[in-house]
């Protein structure tokens, strides 16, 4: 019997030489797993529910996603200052907690026929805010919750079970509400949300928090250490680029989309959460290609041709017609495609972030990249609606689209472009004001100990389409 590693700093606890024997582990899956498909149910419950129930507009439905997504704009930088110094089992919990309240409380206020577009309003700004928390917060516990060589493997299964919820989450929100009632489909979220807080609470690993100096810094400072730290990197000022490119594009492209699909196409709601449910078939593809392709072709090279081939397939879209089987097919094969593209972009991305980072800078390298490329989908989704309304669904679609192309247009431009299946190591050295890890530098990163396996792979973690450019 393979004998237990030895314990984690300050944890008093052996850490399981594998990773699935490991209950801590193994509790942070099933929680995250139980969130991520809440969080892609509910980004399909709410805008049907206003598209299909409530005769949303095109203007309507494109402020009621920035509104969503504005909290990313608001929140991004200060949560990534924040979860640096904090436990992120209780950030995780409180934000599980949080979204059960507010999809909780729009669908007593839905049962008792009241639900409208103010409530999902606050409902949409509510789950935005705490989903930022949650998502900073879990991208940093992976990194103190396992062993460095046990990264590959930790991320690889969390985005196995990500992909999973895109596959179950938009079929589970479309279907509930098409066939049953906005509320019944909010409570779905809602008890989702309640199995991921009783799951992550059970974590009893003591996590390695960076120590806190005598003087703390203010949260503006730690903020802009992690802005200083992400400029002044080549690698993720480039990620930060081609991710605000591709998110302003893409949240002006979903806008459209949602609204084509049922106008245009004169889909259900169920037929429409099916076909998007196809990215989940193709972001497991691109979880497990992820792991091999930039080991062995290099990272540069499967960033630029997955995001040119993901994004590309997208430009098929305003070319079909009706809702015939052939249109349902080729909708499934658009959106196959374009999950694999964009997980194989993202995970590399994440492999790219998490070995040049050092540990106590993780939630705020993070959180800046998320800024950067997710600050912007507000704007994005209110210009795909004035689009729709101005230009019409088939040609704003097709714009849209097109500009996701910019992404990989500047990776091309980017040393990002020339990564070889070796990244380049982390310092491990904090900048200034930064905490250390229980008061001590980690060791230096050899190239493949951080980031790789024995076989060179690299980590993998691909959060939705938040963080890939």
Not at 280 to 297: C, D, I, K, T
Not at 298 to 321: I, K
Not at 357 to 369: H, K, N
Not at 398 to 405: E, I, K, P, R
């Amino acid at each position: 019997m393979p004998s237990a590693s030895p314990a984690a700093p300050d944890s008093g606890l052996p850490v399981p030489s594998s990773l699935w024997r490991d209950g801590d582990f193994r509790r942070l899956w099933v929680g995250q797993t139980a969130s991520q498909l809440g969080e892609h149910a509910s980004l399909v419950i709410l805008p049907l529910c206003a598209v299909l129930t409530l005769d949303a507009g095109a203007a309507q439905l494109g402020a009621l996603r920035a509104v969503g997504q504005t909290p990313i704009l608001l929140l991004s930088l200060f949560v990534g200052a924040w979860v640096d110094s904090l436990r992120t089992r209780t950030v995780m919990v409180l934000s599980d907690v949080g979204r059960t309240l507010a999809l909780g409380a729009a669908a007593v206020v839905g049962l008792f026929g009241t639900l409208g577009l103010p409530a999902l309003f606050v409902v949409a700004f509510a789950v935005g805010a705490l989903s930022v928390f949650f998502d900073v917060a879990y991208q940093a516990s992976v990194v103190r919750l396992v062993r460095r060589d046990q990264l590959v493997r930790s991320n690889s299964a969390l985005e196995a079970s990500r992909s999973a919820a895109q596959i179950g989450g938009p079929a589970l929100g479309g279907a509930l509400v098409s066939m049953l009632s906005a509320p019944i489909a909010a409570a779905s979220s809602a008890l989702l949300f309640t199995l991921s807080f009783l799951s992550i609470r059970r974590i009893r690993r003591t996590e390695s928090v960076p120590e806190r100096p005598a003087r703390h810094p203010r949260v503006r400072r730690r903020i802009s250490e992690g802005i200083r730290f992400v400029v002044a990197d080549t690698l993720l000022r480039t990620v930060c680029l081609a991710s605000a490119a591709f998110q302003f594009s893409f949240a002006a492209a979903m806008t459209v989309y949602l609204l084509f699909l049922p106008l245009q196409l004169h889909m259900s709601g169920t037929a429409v959460g099916l076909t998007l449910a196809a990215t989940g078939p193709g972001a497991l593809l691109g979880s497990m290609l992820a792991a091999r392709l930039p080991s062995r072709f290099g990272h540069g090279v499967v960033l630029v041709s997955a995001a040119v081939l993901g994004d590309g397939a997208f430009l098929c879209v305003p070319a079909l017609n009706g809702s015939s089987a052939v249109t349902i097919s080729a909708l499934l094969a658009v959106n196959f495609v374009f999950g694999a593209g964009g997980q194989l972009v993202s995970v590399t991305v994440m492999a790219v972030r998490q070995t040049v980072t050092p540990d106590g800078m993780q939630g705020r390298a993070a959180a800046t990249i998320a800024f950067s490329g997710m600050g912007l989908t507000p704007l994005g989704s209110l210009l795909g609606g004035f689009l729709a309304e101005e230009w019409g669904l088939r040609t704003s679609l097709l714009v849209t689209a097109a500009g996701m192309l910019l992404s990989p247009v500047l990776m091309v431009l980017s040393p990002l472009a020339r990564l070889g299946p070796t990244l380049p190591a982390s310092q491990d050295t904090p900048p200034e004001g930064a905490a250390e890890v229980h008061g001590a530098s980690s060791p230096a990163i050899e190239p493949g100990s951080r980031g790789g396996g024995p076989d060179g792979s690299s980590p993998i973690r691909r959060p939705g389409l938040r963080n890939r450019p």
